[in-house]
């Protein structure tokens, strides 16, 4: 890894080194003009730029700015740790260390903006950064004072370290009890696969040791929490996390914090420990909490593309060889027309006990792989969509057709005959007559819909088809990556 005063080197000349065709140019001379100078006014601009309009059709320059402008900012901030590593005064302008500062703006430049033609200048300066937080505990461990005083979380220390477990629960809370369990099959060959994905008949399938040899199972074990915090700077880099139950929640949001905060706050929660039943029971009222309780909310770190912004865990995983199969053509009215992807689309979905997924479609056909816990899966055919009531734009205009009008929770709750997690009926003891038959009328046709079910556990995976509607709770602390292909 890369010295802090190469790195400081590095990324000036970086900066200073113009590349013909550079899209930042479109962006004006003054602003250009200010960015060694005031980068926190082209950072502004470039935010406002980036909200503008829709993230799809925000210009490719302003993307650009914002990333260099947070570039010198980060150089800056690296320059005053350097000096503070060799001794000099700091200012105290703050209640977090340089370190993490550094860290908080080129996040959000990845995050925000991509990062796009900085990517690996960004990624040197994160691996300088380790070197640092590496010696640093060196020096602690053989008793040697440290030559720059401590402001971040790593202060809080038994607080911080005492909530986090020391490793994910491997079991499930609770079994739910199957009335359609879908196939499984062992470690089948990509040739298999092929031939079994080409039938016009094709139905989600559970795939188990496929996918055992991952290190992420095995010698990097994602399955400890001492791991992940050691991958994302003590905890230090940032994350964007879905806030409530369901995006399709009143009162659901988003919000950038980092991954300690998001590890000692919503996994390591005691509330997140909840059996499914309560869980269930729970939903309605935790779709209408005020924001002023948020803390005993859910938080989930959701179709992230966590590998890029961190590829120090990307050797941790396999892309799976079912993933260059061709499935065939498909025609299915619901679902929208997408590119032929070259690589797969990979995303993170990492959150407690009791996240879900709504009912919902996706435009390509999916590898599911569970690393860490265990989750629930029901899926409906394409030919049952009529019967799950796709929803149409929203009241911002947003296109919500893939996402189904029907609350499974909801269905739970009204007919404990369909719901995995009742034990012996117990909860039709609490129904309403009145609520049941007006759900019944607000989707007729929903409780006659056929689906398949199951468990997804580590090592294992799962094989959904395009467009098969599809419902994800989470039964224990859950890590799995998703592959998209067609």
């Keep these: 890894m890369p010295s802090l005063i190469e790195i400081i080197k590095l990324t000036h000349s970086v900066l200073l080194t113009s590349q013909p065709g550079d899209a930042i140019r479109e962006c004006g001379r003054p602003a250009l003009s200010l960015l060694s100078r005031d980068p926190d006014m082209c950072i502004r601009l470039a935010y406002q730029k980036l909200h503008d309009v829709p993230y799809k059709e925000v210009k490719a320059c302003w993307r650009r700015l914002y990333t260099d402008a947070a570039l010198w900012k980060a150089l800056r901030l690296l320059e005053?740790?350097?000096?503070?590593?060799?001794?000099?005064?700091?200012?105290?302008?703050?209640?977090?260390?340089?370190?993490?500062?550094i860290v908080r703006v080129l996040d959000m430049a990845l995050i925000l903006a991509g990062a796009p033609g900085r990517e690996e200048i960004v990624e040197l300066i994160f691996s300088a950064l380790r070197g640092v937080l590496e010696g640093e505990q060196r020096r602690d461990e053989i008793g040697r004072p440290s030559k720059r005083r401590r402001l971040d979380h790593q202060d809080k220390g038994p607080t911080f370290q005492e909530t986090v477990m020391d490793r994910f629960p491997l079991t499930a809370l609770n079994e739910?009890?199957?009335?359609?369990?879908?196939?499984?099959?062992?470690?089948?060959?990509?040739?298999?696969?092929?031939s079994r994905i080409e039938k016009p008949d094709i139905q989600p399938f559970i795939i188990t040791g496929a996918i055992n040899?991952?290190?992420?199972?095995?010698?990097?074990?994602?399955?400890?929490?001492?791991?992940?915090?050691?991958?994302?700077?003590g905890g230090r880099r940032l994350v964007p996390i879905e806030i409530g139950r369901s995006y399709t929640d009143q009162g659901w949001g988003q919000k950038i914090v980092s991954f300690s905060e998001f590890m000692t706050k919503y996994i390591a929660q005691p509330h997140t420990t909840s059996s499914p039943q309560k869980l269930l029971h729970e939903s309605s009222s935790r779709s209408k909490v005020d924001k002023n309780e948020e803390p005993?909310?859910?938080?989930?770190?959701?179709?992230?593309?966590?590998?890029t912004q961190i590829p120090s865990l990307r050797p941790d995983l396999c892309i799976p060889d079912y993933c260059y199969a061709s499935p065939p053509p498909h025609t299915l009215p619901h679902i929208t027309s997408v590119p032929k992807l070259?690589?797969?689309?990979?995303?993170?979905?990492?959150?407690?006990?009791?996240?879900?997924?709504?009912?919902?479609t996706d435009?390509?056909?999916?590898?599911?792989?569970?690393?860490?816990?265990?989750?629930?899966?029901?899926?409906?055919a394409p030919e049952e969509t009529a019967s799950l009531h796709p929803r149409g734009r929203?009241?911002?205009?947003?296109?919500?057709?893939?996402?189904?009008?029907?609350?499974?929770?909801?269905?739970?709750r009204c007919m404990p005959a369909m719901n995995p997690f009742a034990v012996n009926n117990a909860s039709a003891e609490t129904l309403d007559s009145t609520a049941v038959s007006e759900f019944l009328d607000t989707?007729?046709?929903?409780?006659?819909?056929?689906?398949?079910?199951?468990?997804?556990?580590?090592?294992?995976?799962?094989?959904?088809?395009?467009?098969?509607w599809h419902y994800v709770r989470s039964l224990s602390p859950s890590f799995s990556v998703s592959f998209w292909f067609n």
């Design 80 to 101: 005053r740790l350097e000096g503070e590593l060799r001794g000099e005064p700091e200012e105290n302008d703050g209640n977090e260390d340089l370190t993490t500062k």
């Design 176 to 194: 739910p009890r199957f009335r359609c369990p879908m196939s499984r099959v062992e470690n089948i060959s990509l040739e298999a696969f092929q």
């Design 213 to 233: 040899h991952w290190p992420a199972l095995n010698e990097r074990p994602w399955a400890k929490p001492s791991y992940l915090l050691s991958h994302t700077l």
């Design 296 to 307: 005993n909310r859910i938080g989930y770190l959701a179709q992230h593309d966590l590998l």
């Design 342 to 360: 070259t690589e797969p689309l990979l995303n993170a979905w990492f959150g407690p006990s009791g996240t879900i997924s709504p009912l919902h």
């Design 363 to 380: 435009p390509y056909h999916n590898i599911l792989a569970q690393v860490v816990g265990y989750k629930y899966l029901r899926l409906y």
């Design 394 to 412: 929203d009241e911002n205009g947003v296109d919500m057709s893939n996402t189904s009008s029907v609350d499974l929770d909801e269905a739970f």
């Design 443 to 468: 989707y007729p046709g929903f409780q006659e819909a056929k689906y398949v079910e199951g468990v997804l556990g580590p090592g294992e995976c799962m094989y959904i088809p395009v467009g098969w």
